[in-house]
């Protein structure tokens, strides 16, 4: 007789589907359909409105486009044995982040400025959650929300890049639930919403608000980019750096140990991360000129052509003071790749808040400024042993500082009444505006950091004192990819880190890690360690060393009884 196939048993999936179907019952009861807008006939035949709907959402797919070029960035920079781990991660992420910036996050940052007579604050919004808590939600608003969601989804990839190949995706999960549901939110109220204390939207005579125009902010160098940055960079000093990435204090290595560890831990594919940064290039015209569509710009299509204009000179410039750079440092002998992918997105950043603020040939210079001062974050960071893998802090946090105070210091009379419709005599310092904006913009870069620091550092403390951030040191050894998804993203890769791997632990001029164990994968059992013991081999090889003496050594030829084989 035919066999029966046996019935999955899966208390936890029988669980979250009766979960979901009890949400959606709920809902449904809580919140009825919305009723139809008698007026949607006359809106969409407006044809300024149409035409601004299809433009903003042009620009939101680009938006959303950039989350390949992060992919791509990311999964280049990375070691190949955690790519699948860091692609799976990232897509879970932006579906995660967009279902919590619907649920709670849309209402936090905009709720109640499409109902008038809705109770509303400077610090938080209190309706529209999951767009529907305050009645029926305006069919004009569809295409906002679906910009603010793309960006929600940017700022919370940005902090993926600091935290790469090592941490658990239950931990990171929570941390994305928290950031995009709340941490983000919160500030985008403060700084775009119409009752906000920095926002220049905020009708003044109904709430306070921060300086004659509040922060000048049009797409997002601190609202998106600051905050990412920020968050990524705690996120990075919480999980201490990846394993072997750096030196022990005690130990002074050699030229050619830097060189191979640079090796180990440097992009395993500048083909991808170069087409990564080619694909957030192409995305950021999006991310700039689309705010067109959504404020009250005169002349928003002229204005579009110009913020393009700036935003493209503002990477070449930066990519220009990376190859400079690059090449100087090394007097002559080379150019740092890294550097220069690094450069561009850094003037793009530093030039997001002032796209449609200041001429072009200022927009070069922010742009080049702000590679500079990417370029050094990057070697302070180095210096201070963070790991910040894909330079998140670097790029996107210093970058969303200088952009928002190079506002206050180039924003024209006449850019400010084009883009936000403003007439005001406090502009940027540099066109005799004054004090006033720069100072704004000071207070704001200073806030939004603070906020951004205190609540990500409590969420990923938790998170690492409950031990659900960072996996196990013997499955970052062996790769996330192998752990979690059984099988490595590419083969041949994998083949080559183990070689590059294999590499290091034999280098003539020494040990290059001070503690080598057999991982799991091997007959020999691996000893008990934990992250306050010496960091272990980054790679499964067998070799057994002695343990390092007190005083500081210089591994090399001359040095070894440090070898056992």
């Known amino acids: 007789q035919p066999q029966t196939a046996p019935v999955p048993n899966n208390p936890m999936l029988a669980t979250a589907s009766f979960l979901f179907a009890l949400f959606g019952v709920g809902w449904a009861q809580f919140y009825p359909p919305s009723p139809v807008n008698p007026n949607e006939g006359v809106l969409w035949s407006n044809l300024e409105l149409r035409v601004r709907t ?11 486009l950039m989350q390949v070029g992060f992919v791509l960035r990311e999964s280049g920079n990375v070691r190949s044995k955690h790519i699948a781990n860091l692609a799976w991660k990232n897509v879970a992420a932006a579906a995660i ?17 499409a109902f008038p007579g809705q109770e509303r604050n400077g610090f938080i919004g209190s309706c529209e959650y999951g767009l529907q808590s305050c ?37 990171y999960f929570v941390f994305v639930i928290l950031f995009s549901g709340f941490i983000y939110p919160v500030v985008v109220h403060w700084c775009w919403s119409g009752a906000g204390w920095l926002s220049p939207f905020t009708n003044k005579h109904e709430f306070d608000r921060l300086g004659t125009n509040g922060l000048l902010d049009y797409a997002g160098s601190g609202v998106v980019h600051l905050v990412g940055g920020t968050a990524a960079l705690v996120g990075a000093i919480v999980l201490g750096p990846r394993q072997g990435r750096f030196a022990p204090k005690r130990i002074v290595e050699n030229e050619i140990q830097k060189d191979m560890r640079r090796l180990a831990f440097g992009a395993h594919n500048k083909m991808a991360a170069s087409a990564g940064v080619f694909i957030l290039w192409f995305g950021w015209f999006g991310l700039n000129a689309g705010n067109t569509a959504l404020m009250p710009s005169v002349g928003g299509a002229m204005l579009s052509g110009r913020i393009v204009v700036v935003t493209l000179l503002a990477a070449a410039g930066g990519g220009f003071i990376g190859i400079l750079l690059s090449f100087v440092l090394s007097a002559g002998k080379k150019i740092d790749l890294e550097m220069s992918l690094n450069s561009v997105l850094a003037g793009l ?36 042993k963070i790991d910040d893998v894909l330079s998140a802090f670097p790029i996107h946090g210093m970058g969303g500082i200088w952009g928002l105070l190079a506002v206050g210091l180039w924003t024209t009379e006449g850019n400010l009444a084009r883009a936000y419709n403003i007439t005001s005599k406090k502009y940027g310092l540099f066109y005799d505006g004054g004090w006033e904006q720069l100072g704004v913009q000071v207070v704001a870069a200073l806030v939004i950091f603070g906020w951004t620091a205190v609540l990500s550092g409590l969420v990923f403390g938790i998170l690492k004192a409950i031990k659900v951030l960072r996996p196990k040191p013997e499955h970052e050894v062996i790769g996330l990819d192998e752990i979690v998804h059984e099988v490595p993203a590419h083969e041949l890769t ?72």
């Open 135 to 171: 009645g029926g939600f305006p069919v004009e608003l569809y295409p906002k929300f679906f910009f603010q969601c793309m960006l929600a989804l940017l700022a919370t990839i940005i902090v993926a890049g600091g935290i790469a190949g090592r941490a658990l995706s239950v931990g």
């Open 97 to 113: 982040a967009t279902i919590f910036f619907w649920f709670l996050g849309w209402g936090f940052a905009f709720g109640g400025d």
């Open 494 to 565: 994998s083949i080559v880190d183990e070689l590059i791997d294999e590499r290091l632990a034999r280098l003539k001029g020494g040990p290059l890690f001070h503690s080598y164990y057999p991982p799991p994968s091997h007959t020999a059992p691996a000893p008990s360690i934990s992250y306050a013991t010496p960091m272990p081999v980054e790679v499964p090889s067998a070799v057994l060393l002695a343990h390092a003496p007190s005083t500081p050594q210089v591994y090399s030829s001359a040095n070894p009884e440090f070898f056992v084989m």
């Open 54 to 64: 299809d433009w903003g959402l042009v620009c939101a797919f680009l938006v959303f």
């Open 349 to 384: 950043v530093s030039i997001t808040a002032g796209c449609a603020l200041v001429d072009p040939w200022a927009g070069m210079v922010i742009g080049a400024i702000g590679a500079l001062l990417c370029c050094l974050t990057m070697k302070i960071l180095q210096v201070a």
